[in-house]
């Protein structure tokens, strides 16, 4: 059982930069493949990221210029740093763990990010 917590989201104007955080609880964190996915209002969920147990990334076409994922094994923690925001990147965003990449089995509750125009 792993039990994710994301920080950090706020309201931010265009332009700017936001780094979110997902804590996660478990010992075996560092077993994890973690992915980001951003939900905004009347959308459906998207995904935004992902990182590897060894750190590789992967993004979304529409945010990989943008958008960087880290993550810590030792603290248990991932991150989402995002620049040049813009207002379509308003969402609640959620960070998320899979064990094998076939389907994401535990989820956060999100933070919300709304950027300003």
């Known amino acids: 059982q792993v039990q994710l917590v994301e920080s950090g989201g706020g309201l931010v104007q265009a332009g700017g930069s936001l780094t979110l955080s997902c804590a996660a609880s478990g010992r075996t964190f560092s077993m994890y493949i973690m992915g980001w996915f951003r939900q905004a209002p009347g959308k459906e969920r998207e995904f935004v990221g992902t990182i590897s147990r060894g750190g590789r990334t992967d993004y979304a076409d529409s945010v990989k210029d943008r958008v960087t994922i880290s993550r810590d094994n030792v603290k248990n923690m991932v991150y989402l740093h995002m620049t040049s925001l813009k207002p379509e990147d308003t969402a609640v965003y959620y960070c998320?763990?899979?064990?094998?990449?076939?389907?994401?089995?535990?989820w956060g509750q999100g933070t919300r990010v709304t950027v300003s125009s």
């Open positions: 998320a763990a899979s064990r094998d990449n076939t389907r994401y089995n535990y």
